[in-house]
């Protein structure tokens, strides 16, 4: 999510390892959501904000393990725009920030995150 200054909203939750991690906010499609709907409900959750989606953006694909398990894992992205604070964090996540470019680019673990900051999101 990017502000109308170019701020970027970040969260600080736990990887799988119960590591700290700032990330993007994502999450699963509940039963009969849209990636669209899924996405809305998400970033609402895990930082307190009620949004708008200005456009799709490109997915990523990723692989990750669970219980000596590989997983393929497509997460559909978009660029949002914040319209109001309507709570808090949920309880998957420990904080949430806004950043520039910059500080996002040195906060984000992941490549797949730190990919999509390098996008033109005008």
Not at 6 to 20: H, K, S, T, V
Not at 58 to 85: C, D, H, N
Request: with cysteine; aromatic share 8%.
């Amino acid at each position: 999510m990017v502000d109308d200054r170019g701020q970027f909203l970040l969260i600080r939750a736990r990887d799988l390892r119960n590591r700290p991690v700032w990330t993007l906010p994502k999450g699963t499609l509940a039963p009969g959501e849209t990636s669209e709907q899924a996405a809305l409900r998400e970033v609402r959750e895990e930082t307190g904000y009620r949004c708008e989606v200005v456009r799709e953006l490109e997915a990523v694909t990723y692989w990750f393990q669970r219980s000596g398990r590989r997983i393929k894992k497509t997460v559909s992205w978009y660029l949002m725009r914040p319209l109001e604070k309507v709570g808090d964090h949920d309880h998957e996540v420990d904080e949430v920030a806004w950043t520039d470019r910059e500080e996002a680019l040195r906060r984000l673990r992941y490549d797949s995150d730190r990919h999509l900051l390098g996008l033109d999101l005008t």
